[in-house]
C-alpha cells in the first residue's frame, strides 16, 4: 500500500457536512469475512460528533477489522458504512451496489484519519519532513505553508523542538506522536486509532495517551480500538465490548467495567482487576489522570 496515495485528503478548514445531531459514523449490519471465517457478524454502531468511542475485546475478536473498514482499508461484504452522511466504500447504480472507484472512496473519507499499532514513519525523512509529505503530495501545499502547518501540529503533540530529528533518534512514543501529528495535519472531522501504544514500551505510554486525552477535550471524534482500560474508563463517552465478531455489550464506562453483567465480558476485565488494583474499586473511584 502506497501510505500517501492511499492518506484522504480533507478540506483546508473544518467544516462538517452533517447536521449537528447527526452521527459522523454510522455502521449497519457489518459483516466482513476472509475465507471462512467470519470476522464481523453484523455490527451496528453510531458515532456522534465530539463523542469518544473506546472498542475493547480479546485478540481475534475483530476490533482492528472494524476500525479499518471504518477507513476503507478493507472492503466490508454486507452492510453500510457511512461518514458523515455518505456511504462508504460502495454507490448505488441503476438500483444496484456497485464497488466504488477509488477517487469516490477517498472523496467520502477525506475527513478520516488513522493512527496505527506501528508508526510508519519514513526513516529517510526528519519528523518535520514525515508530517509534511501528504501536505505537499495529496494536498498540494506549498512548501512554506506546509512546512508552518506540520510545525504547528509538532507543537500539538509536544515534539516542536524534534523536528529535525530522525525517527531512529526518537523514542517509540515520540514516533507515534509524529504519527498522530501526520494525521492532524490534514485537519480531519474523525481520528481512529487502532492499539496506538500497543507497540510501545509501559513507561512510553503515558505521552501518546496524553496526546489523545488532549485531543478528547478539544472535542475530536474518536473510536479508538485500545487494551488501555484506565484510559477507556476515563475518557471515553461509551465502550463497545466486541466478542466474536459482535458487540457483544455498550454503555458508559461506568456501566461496561464497573457493572457488567456480561459474563464473557467480566471474564475478560478480570485480566485487568487481577493485575491492577484500580480496577477492584472501579473505574470511576480512582483519581484522574
Known sequence: MNAIADMPSSAST?????????????????????????VLR??????????VVCIIGPSGSGKSTLLRCLAALETYDQGDVRIEGELLGYSERNGKRVRATQSEINRVRRNVGMVFQQFNLWPHMTALG??????LRVRHLSRDEARRRAHAMLETVG??????????????GQQQR???????????????????????DPEL???????????????MTMAVVTHEMGFAAQVAD????????????????????????????????????????????????????
Open 178 to 200: 509524529v504519527a498522530i501529528a501526520r494525521a492532524l495535519a490534514m485537519e480531519p472531522h474523525i481520528m481512529l486509532f487502532d492499539e496506538p501504544t500497543s507497540a510501545l
Open 130 to 135: 514525515n508530517v509534511m509529505e501528504a501536505l
Open 238 to 289: 461509551k465502550v463497545m465490548f466486541i466478542d466474536q465478531g459482535r458487540i457483544a455489550v455498550q454503555g458508559k464506562p461506568r456501566e461496561v467495567f464497573h457493572d457488567a453483567g456480561q459474563p464473557r465480558l467480566r471474564q475478560f476485565l478480570q485480566n485487568y482487576f487481577d493485575r491492577n488494583a484500580f480496577w477492584a474499586r472501579g473505574p470511576d473511584d480512582a483519581e484522574p489522570q
Open 42 to 51: 453484523g455490527v451496528d454502531l453510531e458515532i456522534a460528533r465530539s463523542e
Open 14 to 38: 473544518v467544516a462538517y457536512d452533517t447536521p449537528r445531531g447527526a452521527p459522523l459514523i454510522e455502521v449497519r449490519d457489518l459483516k466482513k469475512r476472509f475465507g471462512e471465517v467470519d
Open 205 to 219: 505510554v503515558g505521552e501518546v495517551l496524553q496526546v489523545m486525552k488532549q485531543l478528547a477535550r478539544d472535542g
Open 159 to 172: 515534539l516542536a523542538h524534534k523536528g529535525e530529528a530522525y525517527p531512529s533518534k526518537l523514542s517509540g
